[in-house]
């Protein structure tokens, strides 16, 4: 069973850091699609990054040059370096994980499985 955690999530202030975390299981980690989403009160949840089987990785233009996405296939966990916060940030954020066309590909099928989410909340 696919299972996913996120952490790191918190309360900064504008231009501030955090990290979050994505801690995965149930299935073959290195091979999935990744990706960060985040859906702000009001609003509909929209895509922040995502990172494929082969590392390649995508952002949305809102986050370019702030955050960063990696991931660590030996400790199956996924990461979002968000720096230079804004007020416009502050959402929950949640990982996702896709299952992979065929084996091998790095194009997966669309996102069914996510976290609880981490709230992450950037003051002015």
């Known amino acids: 069973q696919v299972q996913l955690a996120e952490s790191g999530g918190g309360s900064v202030q504008a231009g501030g850091s955090l990290r979050l975390s994505c801690a995965a299981s149930?299935?073959?980690?290195?091979?999935?699609?990744m990706g960060w989403f985040r859906q702000a009160p009001g609003k509909e949840r929209e895509g922040v990054a995502s990172i494929d089987r082969v590392s390649n990785t995508r952002y949305a233009d809102s986050v370019k040059g702030r955050f960063t996405i990696s991931k660590d296939n030996a400790k199956n966990t996924l990461y979002l370096q968000m720096n230079s916060l804004k007020p416009e940030d502050t959402a929950m954020y949640y990982c996702a994980a896709a299952a992979p066309r065929w084996v091998g590909a790095t194009t997966c099928y669309e996102y069914n499985y996510w976290g609880q989410g981490t709230q992450v909340t950037v003051s002015s």
């Open positions: 149930g299935y073959t980690y290195s091979s999935y699609c």
